[in-house]
């Protein structure tokens, strides 16, 4: 009995021993000693004095430098607003956005819908130093406001560019500070110029810059540079179905913003002009069917009384006629440019106009009984 019993615990101990030696490799680190750490190759560095340089591409060291250069007049701005919970108590609410500084004064560009509402808002600096911002202006219209830290806190300005020099193609590169988290760029081109969009609130933004370079929401109000780092536009919006970047970004260009600005600092606010009419476009349809003597222009159907346009005497429809379903005011004036630019259609009126300024006389030529004039009119404010 004994010796079978024997016999079971060598057997035992064979297959045993035949089971580890088959399975070597898999229990060999069980049996070794760990190495240290000169032991391991990828802790040396090869070729030792020899190594190659890292390569740096041109279009590399253009971020760079542009990063380098402007990120410290960049800021991130956080809001407080007051609303209501479920139960009708009021509660604050934090808001977040990116912002950069243009004046040594301490003036800071930012978007309208950034700190719209606040009641407290606070810039936090490149360094991570935390300052309270007063609100200078804002324009719901244009989507900018402006916000005031003291001077002795600016160690960087940015510098603005010509956004009318700007060209579809050319590199595009934003510049945020979202959330707190320090500084993001990204990179891509101007798409395309001259891009209109609707607000939240309903206002039109028009002649937005395009860009691929991605705009995420705590971007909004950071800069749009070109590739000599001058800022170009301000990040306002992206184009989204799901609220997330998705290749469609726009900004404000910065003459636009320049405009807006300076009116928010010396006034507080925004005076805009207008002449005072409501038109229709004219389109070669519309011209061979009422019988216009112009294929496009601007047909003004009313004229407001007072208004600048009425004060120069321009005139609006008075004969209605009824082509299909729409009813027409025909004989009123055709403007055919304002300020030497022409008005091919209401939307480059509204542009053109836009542009100026309150106070500024403009010529305007314009169509009459099929006869060519011109006239003078002294611009107002919208009321």
């Given amino acids: 009995m004994a010796n079978n019993h024997r016999k079971y615990i060598w057997l035992g101990l064979v297959l045993l021993f035949l089971f580890f030696w088959s399975n070597k490799k898999e229990f060999s680190h069980f049996f070794e000693s760990r190495p240290t750490a000169d032991h391991l190759d990828f802790n040396h560095q090869e070729g030792g004095s020899d190594r190659k340089t890292v390569v740096v591409s041109s279009d590399e060291k253009i971020h760079m430098e542009v990063f380098d250069r402007v990120h410290p007049a960049v800021v991130n701005i956080a809001t407080t607003t007051l609303g209501m919970n479920f139960w009708l108590e009021v509660i604050p609410r934090q808001g977040q956005g990116s912002g950069f500084i243009i004046d040594r004064e301490g003036y800071i560009l930012t978007n309208n819908h950034v700190v719209a509402k606040a009641q407290k808002i606070t810039v936090t600096m490149a360094d991570g130093s935390k300052i309270s911002a007063p609100l200078v202006g804002r324009d719901p219209a244009s989507d900018l406001a402006v916000i ?30 979202p959330f707190g988290l320090s500084h993001t760029l990204t990179t891509g ?8 969009i ?8 028009d002649d937005l810059i395009q860009t691929d370079a991605a705009i995420n929401p705590g971007n909004s109000g950071g800069p749009l540079l070109n590739s000599s780092g001058e800022v170009i536009g301000i990040n306002t919006a992206i184009y989204s179905l799901s609220g997330g970047y998705q ?17 928010l600092i010396t006034s507080g606010r925004v005076a805009r002009p207008w002449l005072g009419i409501s038109g229709i476009s004219i389109t070669p349809m519309i011209s061979e069917g009422l019988g216009l003597g112009a294929q496009e222009g601007v047909l003004v159907v009313r004229v407001v009384e007072g208004s600048p346009a009425y004060q120069a005497n321009l005139r609006g429809g008075h004969k209605e006629v009824i082509i299909g379903s729409r009813r027409f005011l025909l004989g009123g004036d055709i403007i055919m440019a304002i300020d030497g630019h022409g008005t091919s259609d209401m939307k480059d009126l509204v542009r053109i106009v836009g542009r100026l300024k309150v106070g500024e006389t403009v010529s305007v030529r314009i169509m009459r009984d099929n006869r060519p004039m011109a006239m003078d009119i002294l611009l107002a404010e919208r009321p």
């Fill in 148 to 177: 005031k830290i003291p001077s002795r806190y600016v160690n960087a300005v940015v510098t603005l560019a010509d956004s009318d020099a700007v060209r579809v193609g050319q590199k595009a590169i934003a510049i945020g500070n």
């Fill in 247 to 263: 290749g469609i970004g726009f900004a404000i260009p910065i003459n636009q913003a320049k405009e807006v600005a300076t009116q």
């Fill in 189 to 196: 081109i101007v798409s395309a110029l001259k891009r209109d």
């Fill in 198 to 205: 609707r607000t939240q609130d309903g206002h039109q933004i």
